[in-house]
């Protein structure tokens, strides 16, 4: 896919959980939207949940640029918690961008 320097929102969706996330569920969706091309925003109406996990966040952040610059239609991300018998979970999550 070519790059392209219009900037498009995406939808950061939970496809898996790994044994039990205090702060996603599965299904659980959220919407980024653009103000300009360093500043998102969670758009908590078209959002299930308007809150972001830190060890999520770190993994996601680099991938979501790569949506939201159409290097990528879509792909997936695992948090950075290695989940049991490290950590008591793990989430995976499709990153993909927003139609229209």
């Given amino acids: 896919?070519?790059?392209?320097?219009?900037?498009?929102?995406?939808?950061?969706?939970?496809?898996?959980?790994?044994?039990?996330?205090?702060?996603?569920?599965?299904?659980?969706k959220i919407y980024v939207g653009t103000i300009t091309g360093?500043?998102?925003?969670?758009?908590?109406e078209k959002s299930s949940v308007n809150r972001f996990c830190v060890s999520a966040l770190s993994s996601l952040i680099g991938e979501m640029i790569k949506v939201r610059h159409c290097l990528?239609?879509?792909?997936?991300?695992?948090?950075?918690?290695?989940g049991p018998p490290y950590t008591p979970n793990s989430c995976l999550f499709e990153i993909r961008r927003a139609k229209g």
């Fill in 1 to 28: 896919m070519k790059p392209t320097t219009k900037i498009h929102d995406v939808i950061i969706e939970v496809k898996e959980l790994r044994e039990n996330c205090p702060v996603y569920k599965k299904g659980d």
């Fill in 38 to 44: 360093n500043e998102w925003v969670i758009e908590a």
């Fill in 72 to 82: 990528v239609d879509s792909l997936y991300v695992q948090c950075l918690d290695p």
